[in-house]
């Protein structure tokens, strides 16, 4: 079964400096995508980020990029230039890319506090 | 376009009592998933759904029940409440398994 694993609980940063998020996965498959969600205090779930498996160029979208390390099963979450409104729960996902499978495997979480 | 809505917001509940989470999604996803949020642990998945009248078990099924009668709406059935199941909850749909999913803003679940 695969899992994800996210080892820093709590980040904090300040504001206008860079911060990366950590984040490892274990899978036997070759083919799957990989995602960063942010939850903000006001519950919601928000995608930041997403990279396929087959794709070695890392994904970028505009202050926040990752670093896919396949062989070593890793996706790292850089964001740039943070600003207050960055500050809430990360969350690293696993998804198959098998098409029957479509369920999304959760790291427990980072909180990340962005100081001003 | 509303997205993925789930109501109610917030719900109290006694212990042995059941209730029914409301999800529509009006994007005509085919997938529906239905999570529970505990503190300290990422997303658990409860029941899904790739299609009207289709469903499956998730990760912690055992004490919900699910329905999937139209593409529209995957409602979350408490059979008979219990502390543990106290948590939030959310609904989410995607159109294809390598496109994201979309999230609604959950349930706090609490009982009593």
């Known amino acids: 079964a695969q899992t994800v694993t996210q080892s820093q609980p709590e980040m904090s940063v300040q504001e206008a400096e860079t911060v990366t998020l950590s984040c490892t996965y274990d899978?036997?498959?070759?083919?799957?995508?990989l995602f960063w969600y942010k939850q903000p205090p006001s519950r919601q779930m928000i995608l930041v980020i997403r990279?396929?498996?087959?794709k070695q160029q890392n994904a970028t979208e505009n202050r926040f990029s990752v670093n896919f390390q396949k062989a070593a099963k890793s996706f790292s979450l850089k964001i740039s230039d943070s600003q207050l409104g960055d500050a809430a729960m990360y969350f690293c996902a696993y998804r198959s890319a098998m098409d029957s499978n479509y369920q999304l495997i959760w790291g427990a979480g980072t909180k990340l506090i962005i100081k001003p | 376009n509303a997205g993925v809505t789930q109501t109610p917001k917030f719900q109290v509940l006694k212990t042995g009592q059941s209730m029914t989470l409301q999800c529509a999604q009006d994007?005509?996803?085919?997938?529906m998933s239905w999570y529970r949020q505990d503190p300290g642990m990422g997303l658990r998945l409860i029941h899904y759904s790739v299609g009207a009248g289709i469903t499956d078990q998730g990760e912690v099924p055992n004490g919900y029940n699910v329905s999937r009668s139209t593409t529209e709406d995957f409602p979350l059935r408490l059979l008979s409440a219990a502390p543990s199941q106290t948590s939030v909850y959310f609904c989410?749909?995607?159109?294809?398994?390598?496109?994201?999913?979309?999230f609604g803003d959950g349930t706090r679940l609490s009982i009593l």
């Open positions: 990279q396929e498996a087959y």
């Open positions: 899978t036997s498959e070759s083919d799957y995508y």
């Open positions: 994007m005509n996803h085919e997938y």
């Open positions: 989410a749909s995607s159109y294809s398994n390598s496109l994201p999913q979309h």
